[in-house]
């Protein structure tokens, strides 16, 4: 799991809606929300992990950045 600290220092590598891309890898993409709990989110941090299974990214794991 990445921490918070770990994702901020990243460069933002593309941004989307809601939420910034932090690491590309053939197979995973690691992704930052800029939205909290306020917005909408399950909880502040938001981070987003997405594989690329059969020709589609699916989101394999979410959780909460410390």
Sequence with gaps: MYTLDELEKLKTICTA????????EATQRVWLSRCGVEDGEPFN?????ERYQNGHWVVVEEYEAH
């Design 45 to 49: 941090n938001k981070v987003t992990i």
């Design 17 to 24: 809606q809601a939420d910034d891309l932090k690491i590309q």
